[in-house]
């Protein structure tokens, strides 16, 4: 099996993918995986750690659990903040899920902001996909 997740938006088709899980150590504590964002002319990606990472498939089903929307910001991230992500939700149905991405341990100053829009419709399919690639490592 494959342990990819592609999520693309339904506005604009930029695509956030998660793919290339690795064990980092001999006990398997956790893993390193490649974050992958295409936008436009754009493709940027970093190697983020699930290590002591929220359940990412835990964060997408509170979402499509709430699919009629909330208030504020959900937010997810990895320990070093490679990776995050922020949803928001509106009245009608869409979901704007915010990425951002950068090099963890260098000097190298260059980050990737940018956002997808899910329908909330999606969002239970996309819950049940991370789900099933996840592996929570906390």
């Not at 990472?53 to 504020?72: E, I, N, T, V």
């Amino acid at each position: 099996m494959t342990r990819e997740i592609a999520i693309r938006s339904s506005r604009d088709g930029v695509t956030l993918t998660l793919s290339n899980f690795a064990p980092e150590d001999p006990s398997h504590v956790s893993e390193s995986f490649l974050v992958e964002v295409k936008a436009y002319d754009v493709r940027a990606e970093i190697r983020a750690s699930t290590y002591m990472a929220p359940d990412l498939g835990q964060f997408f089903a509170s979402l499509a659990r709430d699919w009629r929307g909330w208030r504020g910001e959900r937010k997810w991230g990895t320990l070093e903040n490679e990776f995050e992500l922020v949803a928001t939700a509106d009245t009608v149905g869409h979901v704007r899920l915010g990425y951002a991405i950068r090099p963890p341990f260098t000097d190298l100053h260059w980050e990737l902001r940018g956002a997808l829009e899910l329908e909330a419709g999606g969002l239970e399919a996309i819950a049940a996909e991370v789900a099933s690639v996840w592996r929570n490592s906390a």
